[in-house]
């Protein structure tokens, strides 16, 4: 519907500090202040209409992995559940993301065929190779606003060193995606008791927290803005917080399973649940949540990474990590709030204000955003039939959550 009016929802408005309940006018997508014969009427009575919403993580799987997703499958799954603007690591199969002038291409795609903004993270280094500093002035010129190295090593700390100072030349933010590989090494799950019973390879904690230790030094002695995506150790939210309080310009993000799941779900070889960084301690899951209700965690992203079936069939630490999480991330949210952790303003500021002046695009998101209808109160079960995206791959499958997308409404 191109004209629509909601009645008695509550209006959860992060720009505007709102949180009421009010009759709404939405035209094309947008608020308008009245339309005197809408196309649609729609009783708000209990529910929440919040902007549309932006992830700071998902990988799409196109370029080259189709098998498991495409733009159109996974930016239709991201804009039922009200994602409008998705923010995608340089790590597709090929890598692209070291040429600017292909990146304009795969952002026209995305609307062409998911209608979803995209936003491309450029490669830090030639082919993620570690070894060469990428052109991140073409980067930039193709529309990235950041780079990262994704999870690949660089060639020695040199090498690293001297692309953050490219970057900060360039006014380039940097995302880390934190772990040190001679730690991490072949490990597939955190390091505790679960993971020695069943013999699995493990990744000490020390991994992510010395890797943030390292590129802290490095961001304060050059002066490069940086964002820590993917946090999931308690000790990292620590580090964070001194760094922010010693002025450096960081941000920093958490993906919203680690806010919720913990490592018991590998019991089993439950290879649902294998996912990188690797689902954490309770004590790390409740020192995320304080960091996300202090503010030192900005950000709340989905860390989507949809799996064909065959890439979860092979022995635990053969298989794919990831989890298919766009389908579960507004009924997380919903029950953060449940719990107490965050206000329902506060919540949504995580996944669509606070994200977006992240990305550096907080203005040009007020103008593309829409509108969502979340049921807060609406329970359902997630199942092959309720999941929009076309991977399957979630350790949330088959269970009852709460909390749901009733529409998303956006400008054509």
């Known amino acids: 519907m191109t004209s629509v009016k909601i009645e008695n929802v509550r209006v959860l408005d992060p720009v505007n500090q709102i949180d009421h309940v009010e009759t709404v006018y939405l035209k094309q997508g947008q608020r308008v202040d009245y339309i005197e014969q809408p196309q649609q009427v729609i009783d708000g009575q209990g529910r929440w209409l919040m902007p549309s919403m932006?992830?700071?993580?998902?990988?799409?799987?196109?370029p080259g992995q189709q098998q498991h997703g495409t733009l159109k499958s996974e930016g239709k799954a991201a804009r039922?559940?009200?994602?409008?603007?998705v923010v995608t690591p340089p790590d597709s199969k090929p890598i692209v993301q070291d040429n600017g002038s292909l990146i304009q291409g795969l952002i026209e795609k995305a609307w062409h065929d998911g209608k979803i903004h995209l936003n491309i993270i450029g490669a830090q280094t030639q082919g993620l190779q570690g070894k060469q500093p990428a052109n991140m002035a073409g980067l930039k010129k193709g529309g990235c606003a950041f780079v990262s190295n994704a999870n690949a090593s660089f060639l020695d700390d040199d090498v690293l060193?001297?692309?953050?100072?490219?970057?900060?030349?360039?006014?380039?933010?940097?995302?880390?995606?934190?772990?040190?590989?001679?730690?991490a090494k072949d490990g597939c799950v955190h390091e505790s008791f679960v993971a020695s019973r069943q013999g699995l390879p493990m990744i000490s904690p020390l991994a992510e927290t010395i890797?943030?230790?390292?590129?802290?030094?490095?961001?304060?002695?050059?002066?490069?803005?940086?964002?820590?995506?993917l946090l999931s150790c308690g000790a990292s939210v620590e580090l964070i917080r001194i760094a922010k309080n010693k002025g450096l310009h960081i941000t920093a993000d958490v993906a919203m399973h680690q806010l919720h799941l913990t490592d018991t779900l590998i019991d089993g070889f439950n290879t649902l649940a294998h996912v990188r960084p690797p689902l954490r301690s309770r004590k790390d899951q409740l020192?995320?949540?304080e960091g996300v209700q202090s503010g030192v965690i900005d950000a709340i992203c989905t860390h989507h990474e949809p799996l064909s079936a065959s890439a979860k069939l092979a022995p635990f630490a053969e298989t794919e990590a990831g989890i298919s999480a766009f389908d579960s991330f507004v009924a997380l949210g919903v029950q953060l709030v449940a719990e107490g952790v965050l206000t329902p303003l506060q919540w949504v500021e995580k996944v669509t204000l606070a994200p977006a002046k992240v990305a550096n695009m907080a203005n040009r998101w007020q103008q593309e955003c829409g509108w969502v209808l979340v049921n807060p109160t609406q329970?359902?079960?997630?199942?092959?039939?309720?999941?929009?995206?076309?991977?399957?791959?979630?350790?949330?499958?088959?269970?009852?959550?709460?909390?749901?997308?009733?529409?998303?409404?956006?400008?054509?």
């Open 161 to 183: 060193l001297r692309t953050l100072e490219y970057a900060a030349g360039v006014d380039m933010t940097v995302v880390f995606y934190a772990e040190e590989a001679n730690i």
């Open 211 to 229: 890797a943030i230790a390292k590129y802290l030094l490095m961001v304060e002695a050059t002066g490069v803005k940086a964002h820590f995506s």
């Open 287 to 289: 020192q995320l949540r």
């Open 379 to 412: 329970t359902w079960q997630l199942d092959r039939k309720t999941m929009r995206s076309q991977g399957k791959n979630t350790p949330l499958f088959e269970h009852m959550l709460t909390g749901r997308v009733e529409e998303t409404f956006y400008r054509i």
């Open 80 to 85: 039922e559940q009200g994602i409008l603007h």
């Open 54 to 62: 932006v992830d700071l993580c998902a990988r799409l799987r196109e």
